[in-house]
C-alpha cells in the first residue's frame, strides 16, 4: 500500500467521525424524537424515583409524575401497572 493510498484512508476516516460527530451535536442540541429536557426555568415533571431488578427478565420501577407516584413492572412481553397514585412521602420531595 502506497503513502498516497494511507493519506486518503486517514483523510476517508477522519471526515465519517467528524460527520458522527456533527450529527450526535445536533441531536444533542436539538433533542431527539420529542425526548428533550425541559426548557431551562421549567421544573422536570417525570422522574424514576427507584428502580429494583426483579430477576433476569422483569423490572420494578417507581415513577414520579407531578407529586404522584407510579409503581410499574417492566419486562420484555410488556409493562405492568401495579400501583398508581401514590402520594410523594414527606422524606421524598423534588
Do not use: N
Not at 23 to 33: E, L, N, P, V
Amino acid at each position: 500500500m502506497d503513502i498516497d493510498a494511507l493519506i486518503r484512508l486517514a483523510a476517508a476516516l477522519g471526515a465519517v467521525l467528524g460527520l458522527v460527530l456533527l450529527a450526535a451535536w445536533a441531536m444533542r442540541r436539538f433533542g431527539f424524537g420529542g425526548l428533550a429536557a425541559p426548557a431551562a426555568g421549567q421544573p422536570r415533571r417525570l422522574s424514576v424515583v427507584e428502580a429494583r431488578t426483579l430477576d433476569a427478565r422483569r423490572q420494578l420501577v417507581l415513577l414520579r409524575r407531578d407529586d404522584v407516584e407510579h409503581l410499574v413492572i417492566l419486562s420484555a412481553a410488556g409493562e405492568t401497572v401495579v400501583e398508581t397514585g401514590i402520594a410523594a412521602g414527606p422524606g421524598r420531595a423534588t
